[in-house]
């Protein structure tokens, strides 16, 4: 005989703890799929089964603890629902579960690489990001334990890394974040890992462990913009580890400023202002001017997101500063380009409704970048379009649209999930307009 279910009281316990009702947490956990990707409808009556015993089909779970942390205030895991994970050594859980993140990142991208795997890591949904590390001291945190009987490690190894990070920044920009992107995870599973547990000199281990955390980041931002934000974090998680593991603090405010966004992006705004605010606290005056400028960029965008515009202003005059004293080579982690910043200018503006001044920015941003870099055009494009329909300048919209279009036809399918389509929705509305019907007409034949 089937045993009786227990009723969830842990689940009861919150909902009352927030204040909601059966109906306003099918709605949070209805939405938060959908920012996802995952398309849910539950209703109270899906809750009352929940409070009754029964257990929700998977992502749920996670979602539940999400939608409650929102509202209380604090991080919570399926485990604080009553949804614990049934089976906790499981393939999936085992890769994202561990704690040393040189094994986590070696999970993770096998389970890439493996097609039997690939399918459950793409359905996996946020979680609440581990908060930052506030233990940075003037001693360096000790080394992970080396495999002594891998052979030594030389020197230009990590110079071999951080090439190969600037030229996979390189084909990102040409031909989108889903191009290649396998290759990578297969990169860091077969060449990188074994470097990171191979015995060097420490000064090379620590320049080893800050180019890994750099080629995880850029494919974190490669997960995310193919669509799979929950993934993403997985990878900013263990750059963040990587980063610590090296005593880099650059490395460390670098990715909490890419989760910043992710979650700003997400809607998610009170994460993003911690994430962000912790980014610049913990890279200090220490860190390079160009890093700094990109900091106080992020902040900028999320301050704006969150209503602070006063603040939003003063981070990007900071941002502006810096990048006036930013000196050092290019790359995709010692520079910021000041087409970049402008972009980062106008989304503030958007945010704070001075889409003309906007406008501006974005033409001039437009203007620096090169021909070949169709992921910041398509952007760049398709931003410029949503403003000009802000400003009611459908024509106008309607070609910076076909432009995106143009430049997105040379990405790999897959490239800037969502772009597109949202501006399409954004265009619907005007859909007798026969310019209009004409770009939503090329859309539909076009593979996304």
Known sequence: MTPPRRPNRMLAALLAEADWTATDLARAVNALGAAQGVRLRY???????????????????????????RRIGRRLTPRDTGFADPDPAGALTTALGGRDPVLRLAALCRAE???????????TVLSAPPPPFSGWGSRRPPLPPADLRAPQVSA??????????????????RHGGAHGRPALAGYLATEVVPLLTA??????????????????????????????????????DIALELARAAGDHSSYA??????????????????????????????????????????????????????????????????????ARATGPEGPFTSYPETALRYQRAEVLSC????????????????????????????????????LLALNEVDAAVEHSLHALRHHRQLTAGSVHGTLPRLAQRLAPHQRNPHVRAFRERLRATAL
């Open 43 to 69: 209703d109270r009556t899906s809750v009352a089964r929940w409070l009754n015993g029964a257990r929700p089909r998977p992502p749920a779970g996670q979602l539940i603890g999400q939608a409650l942390g």
């Open 113 to 123: 690489t493996d097609p039997a795997h690939r399918a459950d890591l793409a359905r």
């Open 156 to 173: 230009a190894a990590p110079a071999r890394l951080e090439a190969v990070a600037i030229r996979s920044a390189h084909v990102g920009e």
């Open 199 to 236: 015995p060097a000199h420490p000064t090379v281990r620590r320049a080893l462990l800050t180019a890994a955390a750099h080629l995880t980041v850029l494919l974190a931002g490669r997960t995310c913009e193919t669509g799979h934000p929950a993934l993403a974090q997985h990878y900013y």
């Open 254 to 323: 670098i990715a909490l400023r890419c989760l910043s966004l992710q979650a700003h992006q997400l809607g998610d705004h009170h994460q993003a202002l911690a994430l962000g605010e912790a980014a610049i606290e913990i890279a200090g005056s220490a860190v390079p001017s160009a890093v700094r400028s990109y900091l106080h960029a992020g902040r900028a965008v999320v301050r704006a997101g969150a209503g602070q515009s006063r603040a939003a202003v003063a981070d990007l005059l900071a941002a502006e500063q810096h990048l």
């Open 352 to 387: 704070l409704g001075d889409h003309k001044a906007a406008l501006g920015e974005l033409a001039d941003s437009l203007a620096c970048r090169p021909a070949d870099h169709h992921k910041a055009r398509t952007l760049l494009h398709a931003q410029l379009a949503h403003t």
